[in-house]
Nanobody, 121 residues
Framework: QVSLVESGGGLVQTGGSLRLSCAAS????????MAWFRQAPGKEREFVAQ???????YYTDSVKGRFTISRDNAKATVYLQMNSLKPEDTAVYYC???????????????WGQGTQVTVSS
């Protein structure tokens, strides 16, 4: 079993930055696929960024060039650095982990409780 705890959310003005953290407990964090998702009010949860156990990264188009996902295996933590934030980035951000390559959102086995990010205009 893996437990994920997000932190770092908050209120920021347009153009500002935030860094989200996701601390994992459990076994063999270094072998997990990790990702960030987000869910805005009235919308479905959507993929934001993913990092493999080899540190390969993938981003949804709307955040490319603004967000950076990274991981520190020694600290069992994954990060999401968010720059040039826009009001449309406002959402609850969730951390997720997968034991094997996740073909889709449903392939992620473990989820955090979420952290709120609000970008004011």
């Amino acid at each position: 079993q893996v437990s994920l705890v997000e932190s770092g959310g908050g209120l920021v003005q347009t153009g500002g930055s935030l860094r989200l953290s996701c601390a994992a407990s459990g076994r063999t964090f270094s072998r997990y696929w990790m990702a960030w998702f987000r869910q805005a009010p009235g919308k479905e949860r959507e993929f934001v960024a993913q990092i493999s156990w080899t540190a390969s990264t993938y981003y949804t188009d709307s955040v490319k060039g603004r967000f950076t996902i990274s991981r520190d295996n020694a600290k069992a933590t994954v990060y999401l650095q968010m720059n040039s934030l826009k009001p449309e980035d406002t959402a609850v951000y969730y951390c997720a982990a997968a034991d094997q390559y996740p073909i889709s959102q449903s392939g992620y086995d473990y989820w955090g409780q979420g952290t709120q990010v609000t970008v004011s205009s």
